[in-house]
């Protein structure tokens, strides 16, 4: 079955600085693709970024970019200038057919 | 467009209640899916559909029924409503292939007493 871990609960980082979110997943596909969804007070899902395993360039989004390491199976995403608005629980998300498995969330704290 | 548009945003019912949670989207996608998330668990899927008159079953199925009649609406029923399916429900529409994000609905907050 996939699964995926997110290791972090909690992270915090100083306004302005960079912080990286861990995620990693286990699946035996070889074609799938993975997500990062924000979910800041008000509750709405939003996504932040993707990632298509076939692609070996990391995805890149404004201030957000993931590490992707397909062999180690591992899904990071690196915020750069963090911002007050960038508080919000983060959710990493893979997805094969028709399943989207969910990480259990990091909560971003960003200190000003 | 609207997007992804759930109702009730809150509900409270009482143990052994039914009720049914609505979900419409207006982008004519063909998957919708529904979400439970509790603390500390992330999101966790229900049931799931990949076209009107298609469903299946997610991670969690057990003690909710879904339908799909038509391509917009993706309602969830709880059957006999019980303390444990105290929780936020979010319902989310994709298109089919792979590629593409789920687009959430704003939840709905249920407590079951």
């Known amino acids: 079955a996939q699964t995926v871990t997110q290791s972090q609960p909690e992270m915090s980082v100083q306004e302005a600085e960079t912080v990286t979110l861990s995620c990693t997943y286990d699946?035996?596909?070889?074609?799938?693709?993975l997500f990062w969804y924000k979910q800041p007070p008000s509750r709405q899902m939003i996504l932040v970024i993707r990632q298509e395993a076939y692609k070996q360039q990391n995805a890149t989004e404004n201030r957000f970019s993931v590490n992707f390491q397909k062999a180690a199976k591992s899904f990071s995403l690196k915020i750069s200038d963090s911002q007050l608005g960038d508080a919000a629980m983060y959710f990493c998300?893979?997805?094969?057919?028709?399943?989207?498995?969910f990480g259990t969330g990091t909560s971003l704290t960003v200190i000003p | 467009n609207a997007g992804v548009t759930q109702t009730p945003k809150f509900q409270v019912l009482k143990t052994g209640q039914s009720m049914t949670l609505q979900c419409a989207q207006d982008?004519?996608?063909?998957?919708m899916s529904w979400y439970r998330q509790d603390p500390g668990m992330g999101l966790r899927l229900i049931h799931y559909?990949?076209?009107?008159?298609?469903?299946d079953q997610g991670e969690v199925p057990n003690g909710y029924n879904v339908s799909r009649s038509t391509t917009e609406d993706f309602p969830l029923r709880l059957l006999s409503a019980a303390p444990s399916q105290t929780s936020v429900y979010f319902c989310?529409?994709?298109?089919?292939?792979?590629?593409?994000?789920?687009?959430f609905g704003p939840g709905t907050r249920l407590t079951v007493t």
């Open positions: 982008m004519n996608h063909e998957y």
């Open positions: 699946t035996s596909e070889s074609d799938y693709y």
């Open positions: 559909s990949v076209g009107a008159g298609i469903t």
């Open positions: 989310a529409s994709s298109r089919r292939h792979r590629l593409y994000e789920q687009y």
């Open positions: 998300a893979y997805r094969s057919g028709n399943q989207f498995y």
